[in-house]
């Protein structure tokens, strides 16, 4: 079973915009999404200087990756949240 992934940036920027409570995903995740999910910490991913995010990062900051597609103003729900969409969205297109 293919699992899904999220990169939670650690880096300082995100760190600083609350990105350390991201690290207690693990923690948080529902049975049935932990089983189905890898969690890894990342250095910064490059993601805040990219130009649609850079120049107001506290306004995008904290970043996540969940396979990879990232997730700005990232927050345990909503990393939760696009999880359950993604294994809802897998598991029709398993009995499809
Ligand atoms: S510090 Fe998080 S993407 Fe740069």
Redesign the pocket.
């Known amino acids: 079973m293919k699992k899904h992934k999220v990169t939670i ?1 650690t ?5 600083v915009m609350g ?1 350390s409570e991201l690290l207690l995903l693990e923690e948080q995740l529902p049975g049935d999404l932990k089983a189905v999910t890898e969690i890894e910490g990342s250095p ?6 990219r130009s649609e995010y850079s120049g107001a990062q506290a306004d995008h ?3 996540a990756l969940v396979d990879g597609e990232v997730i700005e103003q990232a927050s345990l729900q909503k990393i939760i949240d696009c999880l359950r969409t993604l294994e809802t969205e897998s598991q029709r297109l398993n009995y499809a």
Do not use: E, K, L, R
């Open positions: 940036c880096g300082t920027a995100c760190f990105g910064c991913s490059g993601i805040c200087n900051a904290p970043f």
